[in-house]
C-alpha cells in the first residue's frame, strides 16, 4: 500500500505531463479588478487579431543587475567595464527547458516556429492570433473596454489562465491585463505663450548674477525665453566642443505620430546654432513608425526634443527613433489590429542593435498604477540591460507634481484603481523604474522648483540602495505625519535630478513657440549627460552608462559636487501643496541641475577622493 500511493502522484503528474498541453489543467496566472476610468462594452470581434508577447523567464537576471551596479559604482574596480551585447543576452535567456515546453504548448494550439518571433535574448515570444484562438489558448474572453474620458477602446481582458506546469516558465502574457492607453502614454509638453506676447527684456538689460554659471553670469533674457545659448551660460558649458570623430552618438525616442522636422530643424539651427546648418541626424522607423516631414505634420514633442538635444551636442552624431504603436483598437474596424505598449517594440529593436547612443531621452510616461506589475518589472529589467551596456537613459518625471497638478482637494483626481479609490499619490512609468535616470523641473533665473515638476514615490519597485542616503535624509526632514498614507516611502523615489523646463524656444510648422514641460529637461539634461561622455571619451574612458549610483554617490560623499541644489518652490497635486524643494535630494528637483564644468572634472578625473573611511558607494 506504501508503494502505491508513494508512486501514485508521480503517475499521476507524468500522465498529466503527457497531455497536449491544450489539454492541461489551467490555472489562474493574473487577475485584476476593472480599472478604474473603463467600461466593459461588446465581447472582442473572434477575428480581431492581437500580437501576444510571451516572456519567458531570465535565466540570470539578478547576475546582470549584479554586473550592472559594478559597473556603475564610481568606487567599484570594475566602473565602467561595461558588458557586450552577447554578454548580456547570454544573461537573460530562457532555460531550454522553458522555451521546449512554451513551444510544446504553442505547437498543440497549431503556432509553430514558422509563426512566431523572438527578442534578441530569446526571452520574448511574439505570436499574432485573433481573439478566438487567444481566448481558447489563455481560458479567458476578450472584451472591447472604452475609456470613459477619451472614448479610447482597446480589446482586453481582466484575467487569464495558463496550463498549471507553464506557470513557472511564463511570466507574462500581453495584451491581456494591461490598461494603460497609448493616449497616455503622452508627451508631457505643452505649449506656452507665443514670443511674440512676451515682454522684450532691453537689449542692455544687465545680466543675472549666478556664481555656478559660466562667469558666474546668465543673460537677462534666459527669465523669459530658454535658448540653447541659456543652457550653456546657466549650467555652465559655454566654450566645451564635443567631438564627432570619437564614437559618442546621442539618442531620442518618438512614439504617437510624433514626427521631427528638418525643416523646422533648420530654422531652430538658423536662429540659435548657425554652425551647424545643413546638418541632420539619422531617424530609424520601428513596428511601423513613420517619418513625414510635411511641415503640418511636425510634432511639438519631436522637434523640442531633437533641437535642444542635438543641438546642445553639435557634432555629435544623432539618432531619432520613431516608434508605431497608435492607434487603439477601434470596434467599427474589422482589420484593426490590436497594440502593446510601445517601450517593449523599442526595447526590442534597440537591443538587437551592435552600437547603440550612449545617451538617450523620452519624454513619454504612463501612470505607474495602469502598468501590470509583472510588465513593469519586465520592461524595467530591459532598461537595465541597456544600462549594462553603457546607455544613459533619461526619462521626464511627469507633469503633474505629486499626481494631478491639482492643489484644490474638491478638484483632485489621484484615486487607486483597485477597487478602493483611495486618494493617492500617483507617479509615473518608467520614470520609477530604478534603472533610468527621471528628470524633473526648474524654472527662473536664479532657478527654482517648477510647480509641475513631477515627483513622489513608486508603489511598485522598492528604493533601491543607492537612494538610501539621500532619501532617508528627506524623509527624517519631513514632519511626523505628514502626507501620512498618501505616498510610500519605502518606495523608489524620483525625480533623480533637474533641469530647465520653461519657455523653451522651439521652431514648430514652421514658427518660433515657447514649449515647457519635463519634456524640456530630460533632452536637455541628456544633452549635457552626452557632452560628459563626449569629454570621456576622448581620453580613452568608457561612456558613463547607468547614472543613478554615480548621481547619489555624488550628494552622498561630495556634499552635491557637480550639481546646483534648488531650494526653493514645491509640486503641489492631488488636494495638497505636494513636497517641498530642500536642501539636498527632494522629490521636486532630485540632487539638483548640472554644472558641466564641475561634472567633467570629477568624470574625468579620479573618484577615489569622494570616497568616505566607510567605503564606497
Same mark, same amino acid.
Given at each position: 500500500?506504501?508503494?502505491?500511493?508513494?508512486?501514485?502522484?508521480?503517475?499521476? %503528474?507524468?500522465?498529466?505531463?503527457?497531455?497536449?498541453?491544450?489539454?492541461?489543467?489551467?490555472?489562474?496566472?493574473?487577475?485584476?479588478?476593472?480599472?478604474?476610468?473603463?467600461?466593459?462594452?461588446?465581447?472582442?470581434?473572434?477575428?480581431?487579431?492581437?500580437?501576444?508577447?510571451?516572456?519567458?523567464?531570465?535565466?540570470?537576471?539578478?547576475?546582470?543587475?549584479?554586473?550592472?551596479?559594478?559597473?556603475?559604482?564610481? !568606487?567599484?574596480?570594475?566602473?565602467?567595464?561595461?558588458?557586450?551585447?552577447?554578454?548580456?543576452?547570454?544573461?537573460?535567456?530562457?532555460?531550454?527547458?522553458?522555451?521546449?515546453?512554451?513551444?510544446?504548448?504553442?505547437?498543440?494550439?497549431?503556432?509553430?516556429?514558422?509563426?512566431?518571433?523572438?527578442?534578441?535574448?530569446?526571452?520574448?515570444?511574439?505570436?499574432?492570433?485573433?481573439?478566438?484562438?487567444?481566448?481558447?489558448?489563455?481560458?479567458?474572453?476578450?472584451?472591447?473596454?472604452?475609456?470613459?474620458?477619451?472614448?479610447?477602446?482597446?480589446?482586453?481582458?481582466?484575467?487569464?489562465?495558463?496550463?498549471?506546469?507553464?506557470?513557472?516558465?511564463?511570466?507574462?502574457?500581453?495584451?491581456?491585463?494591461?490598461?494603460?492607453?497609448?493616449?497616455?502614454?503622452?508627451? +508631457?509638453?505643452?505649449?506656452?505663450?507665443?514670443?511674440?506676447?512676451?515682454?522684450?527684456?532691453?537689449?542692455?538689460?544687465?545680466?543675472?548674477?549666478?556664481?555656478?554659471?559660466?562667469?558666474?553670469?546668465?543673460?537677462?533674457? @534666459? /527669465?523669459?525665453?530658454?535658448? *540653447?545659448? @541659456?543652457?550653456?551660460?546657466?549650467?555652465?558649458?559655454?566654450?566645451?566642443?564635443?567631438?564627432?570623430?570619437?564614437? /559618442?552618438?546621442?539618442?531620442?525616442?518618438?512614439?504617437?505620430?510624433?514626427?521631427?522636422?528638418?525643416?523646422?530643424?533648420?530654422?531652430?539651427?538658423?536662429?540659435?546654432?548657425?554652425?551647424?546648418?545643413?546638418?541632420? !541626424?539619422?531617424?530609424?522607423?520601428?513596428?511601423?513608425?513613420?517619418?513625414?516631414?510635411?511641415?503640418?505634420?511636425?510634432?511639438?514633442?519631436? /522637434?523640442? #526634443?531633437?533641437?535642444?538635444?542635438?543641438?546642445?551636442?553639435?557634432?555629435?552624431?544623432?539618432?531619432?527613433?520613431?516608434?508605431?504603436?497608435?492607434?487603439?483598437?477601434?470596434?467599427?474596424?474589422?482589420?484593426?489590429?490590436?497594440?502593446?505598449?510601445?517601450?517593449?517594440?523599442?526595447? #526590442?529593436?534597440?537591443?538587437?542593435?551592435?552600437?547603440?547612443?550612449?545617451?538617450?531621452?523620452?519624454?513619454?510616461?504612463?501612470?505607474?498604477?495602469?502598468?501590470?506589475?509583472?510588465?513593469?518589472?519586465?520592461?524595467? %529589467?530591459?532598461?537595465?540591460?541597456?544600462?549594462?551596456?553603457?546607455?544613459?537613459?533619461?526619462?521626464?518625471?511627469?507633469?503633474?507634481?505629486?499626481?494631478?497638478?491639482?492643489?484644490?482637494?474638491?478638484?483632485?483626481?489621484?484615486?487607486?484603481?483597485?477597487?478602493?479609490?483611495?486618494?493617492?499619490?500617483?507617479?509615473?512609468?518608467?520614470?520609477? @523604474?530604478?534603472?533610468?535616470?527621471?528628470?524633473?523641473? +526648474?524654472?527662473?533665473?536664479?532657478?527654482?522648483?517648477?510647480? !509641475?515638476?513631477?515627483?513622489?514615490?513608486?508603489?511598485?519597485?522598492?528604493?533601491?540602495?543607492?537612494?538610501?542616503?539621500?532619501?532617508?535624509?528627506?524623509?527624517?526632514?519631513?514632519?511626523?505625519?505628514?502626507?501620512?498614507?498618501?505616498?510610500?516611502?519605502?518606495?523608489?523615489?524620483?525625480?533623480?535630478?533637474?533641469?530647465?523646463?520653461?519657455?523653451?524656444?522651439?521652431?514648430?510648422?514652421?514658427?518660433?513657440?515657447?514649449?515647457?514641460?519635463?519634456?524640456?529637461?530630460?533632452?536637455?539634461? %541628456?544633452?549635457?549627460?552626452?557632452?560628459?561622455?563626449?569629454?570621456?571619451?576622448?581620453?580613452?574612458?568608457?561612456?558613463?552608462?547607468?547614472?543613478?549610483?554615480?548621481?547619489?554617490? *555624488?550628494?552622498?560623499?561630495?556634499?552635491?559636487?557637480?550639481?546646483? #541644489?534648488? +531650494?526653493?518652490? /514645491?509640486?503641489?497635486? @492631488?488636494?495638497?501643496?505636494?513636497?517641498?524643494?530642500?536642501?539636498?535630494?527632494?522629490?521636486?528637483?532630485?540632487?539638483?541641475?548640472?554644472?558641466?564644468?564641475?561634472?567633467?572634472?570629477?568624470?574625468?578625473?579620479?573618484?577615489?577622493?569622494?570616497?568616505?573611511?566607510?567605503?564606497?558607494?
Amino acid at each position: 500500500m506504501w508503494m502505491l500511493s508513494a508512486w501514485l502522484p508521480l503517475v499521476l %503528474a507524468t500522465a498529466a505531463a503527457a497531455l497536449p498541453s491544450k489539454d492541461a489543467v489551467h490555472k489562474v496566472k493574473e487577475s485584476i479588478l476593472p480599472p478604474r476610468g473603463w467600461t466593459q462594452s461588446s465581447p472582442a470581434p473572434a477575428d480581431h487579431v492581437i500580437e501576444l508577447r510571451i516572456a519567458l523567464p531570465q535565466s540570470n537576471f539578478e547576475q546582470l543587475e549584479k554586473h550592472l551596479y559594478e559597473v556603475s559604482d564610481p !568606487f567599484h574596480e570594475r566602473y565602467g567595464d561595461h558588458l557586450t551585447k552577447e554578454e548580456v543576452e547570454a544573461l537573460v535567456a530562457p532555460h531550454d527547458e522553458s522555451v521546449h515546453l512554451v513551444n510544446e504548448w504553442l505547437a498543440s494550439h497549431g503556432l509553430y516556429e514558422e509563426h512566431l518571433s523572438r527578442s534578441p535574448a530569446r526571452d520574448w515570444v511574439i505570436v499574432k492570433v485573433p481573439v478566438s484562438l487567444a481566448e481558447e489558448m489563455l481560458r479567458t474572453d476578450y472584451h472591447v473596454w472604452t475609456h470613459v474620458s477619451s472614448g479610447d477602446a482597446i480589446v482586453r481582458t481582466t484575467a487569464y489562465s495558463l496550463p498549471e506546469h507553464l506557470h513557472e516558465h511564463i511570466e507574462l502574457i500581453q495584451p491581456t491585463t494591461m490598461f494603460s492607453r497609448l493616449r497616455s502614454l503622452r508627451s +508631457t509638453f505643452h505649449f506656452e505663450q507665443e514670443p511674440s506676447s512676451i515682454v522684450e527684456v532691453a537689449a542692455d538689460a544687465p545680466p543675472i548674477s549666478v556664481p555656478s554659471a559660466s562667469g558666474g553670469k546668465v543673460d537677462a533674457s @534666459c /527669465n523669459t525665453t530658454i535658448t *540653447l545659448t @541659456c543652457l550653456r551660460q546657466l549650467y555652465n558649458a559655454v566654450g566645451f566642443v564635443p567631438s564627432a570623430k570619437n564614437g /559618442n552618438q546621442i539618442g531620442i525616442t518618438g512614439y504617437l505620430e510624433e514626427f521631427a522636422n528638418i525643416q523646422d530643424l533648420q530654422s531652430f539651427y538658423a536662429d540659435q546654432l548657425p554652425a551647424a546648418a545643413n546638418t541632420s !541626424f539619422k531617424t530609424f522607423l520601428i513596428n511601423g513608425g513613420l517619418n513625414s516631414q510635411n511641415i503640418s505634420e511636425a510634432g511639438g514633442e519631436a /522637434n523640442l #526634443d531633437t533641437q535642444f538635444a542635438f543641438g546642445l551636442t553639435f557634432p555629435t552624431p544623432a539618432t531619432f527613433y520613431s516608434t508605431g504603436g497608435r492607434p487603439p483598437f477601434i470596434p467599427d474596424n474589422g482589420n484593426q489590429e490590436n497594440t502593446n505598449e510601445p517601450y517593449s517594440k523599442w526595447l #526590442d529593436f534597440v537591443l538587437d542593435q551592435k552600437t547603440i547612443p550612449q545617451s538617450i531621452s523620452t519624454s513619454y510616461a504612463d501612470g505607474e498604477q495602469t502598468v501590470p506589475l509583472p510588465f513593469a518589472k519586465r520592461v524595467c %529589467a530591459g532598461f537595465a540591460q541597456l544600462g549594462a551596456r553603457g546607455v544613459s537613459l533619461m526619462f521626464s518625471s511627469g507633469d503633474g507634481g505629486v499626481g494631478d497638478g491639482e492643489e484644490d482637494p474638491a478638484l483632485q483626481q489621484c484615486f487607486t484603481n483597485d477597487g478602493r479609490n483611495a486618494t493617492r499619490f500617483l507617479t509615473g512609468f518608467p520614470p520609477t @523604474c530604478p534603472f533610468v535616470t527621471a528628470v524633473g523641473g +526648474t524654472f527662473h533665473v536664479p532657478e527654482t522648483a517648477v510647480p !509641475f515638476s513631477g515627483g513622489g514615490f513608486s508603489d511598485v519597485f522598492p528604493r533601491p540602495a543607492y537612494q538610501d542616503f539621500a532619501v532617508s535624509k528627506f524623509l527624517k526632514g519631513l514632519a511626523p505625519g505628514t502626507y501620512a498614507g498618501l505616498f510610500n516611502p519605502n518606495g523608489r523615489a524620483i525625480p533623480d535630478v533637474s533641469a530647465q523646463a520653461s519657455s523653451f524656444r522651439v521652431f514648430f510648422q514652421g514658427q518660433p513657440v515657447l514649449i515647457g514641460g519635463t519634456s524640456a529637461s530630460s533632452p536637455a539634461f %541628456a544633452g549635457f549627460v552626452s557632452l560628459l561622455n563626449s569629454a570621456r571619451l576622448s581620453q580613452g574612458l568608457p561612456p558613463l552608462g547607468f547614472l543613478n549610483p554615480l548621481l547619489y554617490a *555624488l550628494d552622498e560623499f561630495a556634499h552635491s559636487a557637480g550639481f546646483n #541644489d534648488i +531650494t526653493t518652490g /514645491n509640486n503641489p497635486g @492631488c488636494g495638497t501643496p505636494g513636497f517641498n524643494a530642500t536642501e539636498g535630494w527632494d522629490p521636486v528637483t532630485g540632487v539638483g541641475t548640472p554644472n558641466f564644468e564641475k561634472l567633467k572634472a570629477i568624470v574625468t578625473g579620479d573618484f577615489a577622493h569622494f570616497r568616505r573611511d566607510t567605503g564606497g558607494v
